[in-house]
C-alpha cells in the first residue's frame, strides 16, 4: 500500500534550474534512506543523491555543487533542486526510498519516474 509520487520534471534550457519533489503515502512506520536515481536512453541507472533520516547526503560527483537533496520528514518527502542545468543531465529521474510498513521490514520502493529534459 506504500507508493511514491514524483511531479517536477520538464523541458528547460542549459543554465536553467528544476527541483524535483516525491511524496511517500501508505501504511509507513518509518523511511531509512530516501534518494533520487536517473537513467539515460542506453544507459545504466545512477545515483544521482541520498539523504538518510539524520540528514547525512551523498552525490553523484557529476552533480556535486548543482544539485541540492532535502527532505521533510514529518511530510514523508523528498525533493531534488537541480541548478545549473546541463545536456547531460538529461534522463528519467526516479524517487526511492527504503521504507518499513507497519507491521513489516524494510523494503525498497520506486516512484513511477519523471522526464527531465535540458536542451543546449
Known amino acids: 500500500q506504500v507508493q511514491l509520487v514524483e511531479s517536477g520534471g520538464g523541458l528547460v534550457q542549459a543554465g536553467e534550474s528544476l527541483r524535483l519533489s516525491c511524496v511517500a503515502s501508505?501504511?509507513?512506520?518509518?523511511?531509512?534512506?530516501m534518494g533520487w536515481y536517473r537513467q539515460a536512453p542506453g544507459k545504466q541507472r545512477e545515483l544521482v543523491a541520498a539523504?538518510?533520516?539524520?540528514?547525512?547526503?551523498n552525490y553523484a560527483d557529476s552533480v556535486k555543487g548543482r544539485f541540492t537533496i532535502s527532505r521533510d520528514n514529518a511530510k514523508n518527502t523528498v525533493s531534488l533542486q537541480m541548478n545549473s542545468l546541463k545536456p547531460e543531465d538529461t534522463a528519467v529521474y526516479s524517487c526511492?526510498?527504503?521504507?518499513?510498513?507497519?507491521?513489516?521490514?524494510?523494503?525498497?520502493?520506486w516512484g513511477q519516474g519523471t522526464q527531465v529534459t535540458v536542451s543546449s
Open positions: 501508505g501504511n509507513i512506520f518509518s523511511i531509512n534512506v
Open positions: 526511492y526510498a527504503s521504507i518499513r510498513r507497519i507491521g513489516s521490514s524494510f523494503s525498497d520502493y
Open positions: 539523504i538518510t533520516s539524520d540528514g547525512r547526503t
